[in-house]
């Protein structure tokens, strides 16, 4: 089975520009979160979707991000402008959450690397 | 609220035990541990629930002490592929959804 796959692995922009990461979560799995990881420390939400629904972005700075799942599958995240603090690793994950569980196992894909310069 | 992770760092030799702890100062509903090689993925450990069950993946295993509002990881006869960073992931037993929030992390390195 294939895991959560991201694109692209590695970016590299000037601060003012725009950038966008995609994220394709695994087949099935109805929950989508977008993390930022700063270096050294653990992942932190920006947004979960459920399907395509986006249930929880009170994290996300929407001057300046927005993200997208349309479809309930992949998923968009996009910074603009970026700043040099946006410089970070932004991971997916997905998990599949069946109604009445309670609890749910996230998948993380690889992240997105990105340097604002 | 961002649980703490205790020690920060820690070295072994191969075969030695370790445990590392995670406390918040919010009543948990469910503890979550990923190990994340450098450069890679957080890769999922396992997930405890408030009752303070004990679980156990291979010779790594947790508890959960639900009145205390801790969990510890428990590695045992490390092996190499254990290095790594460990994150403790904490959700608030607050009813309803509630985010995941994890900590700074435990690197833990082994050596032969």
């Known amino acids: 089975e294939a895991g959560v796959v991201q694109s692209p692995r590695y970016k590299i922009i000037e601060k003012k520009q725009p950038v966008a990461f995609w994220c394709n979560p695994i087949?099935?799995?109805?929950?989508l979160y977008w993390y930022l990881q700063n270096l050294g420390q653990g992942p932190e939400l920006l947004i979960r979707?459920?399907?395509?629904?986006?249930?929880?972005d009170s994290q996300l700075p929407k001057d300046r991000f927005s993200a997208e799942r349309l479809k309930g599958v992949d998923s968009t995240l996009k910074i603009q402008p970026a700043e040099l603090g946006d410089s970070a690793v932004y991971l997916c994950?997905?998990?599949?959450?069946?109604?009445?569980?309670?609890?749910?196992?996230?998948?993380f894909g690889p992240g997105t690397r990105l340097t604002v310069l | 609220q961002q649980p703490v992770q205790s020690p920060q760092a820690v070295i072994l030799r191969e075969g030695e035990d370790a445990v590392i702890n995670c406390s918040s100062s919010k009543a948990l509903y469910s503890v979550h541990w990923y190990r994340q090689k450098h450069g890679e993925a957080p890769v999922f450990l396992m997930i405890l629930l408030k009752g303070g069950e004990q679980k156990g993946h291979e010779k790594i295993s947790a508890s959960f002490n639900e009145k205390k509002q801790q969990s510890s990881l428990y590695l045992t006869a490390s092996q190499l592929s254990y290095s790594g960073t460990y994150f403790c992931?904490?959700?608030?037993?607050?009813?309803?959804?509630?985010?995941?929030?994890f900590g700074i992390g435990t690197k833990l390195q082994v050596i032969p």
């Open positions: 992931g904490t959700e608030p037993d607050s009813g309803g959804y509630q985010k995941v929030t």
């Open positions: 979707y459920e399907n395509e629904e986006a249930v929880d």
């Open positions: 087949s099935g799995h109805n929950t």
């Open positions: 994950a997905s998990s599949l959450d069946i109604t009445g569980a309670s609890y749910n196992e996230q998948f």
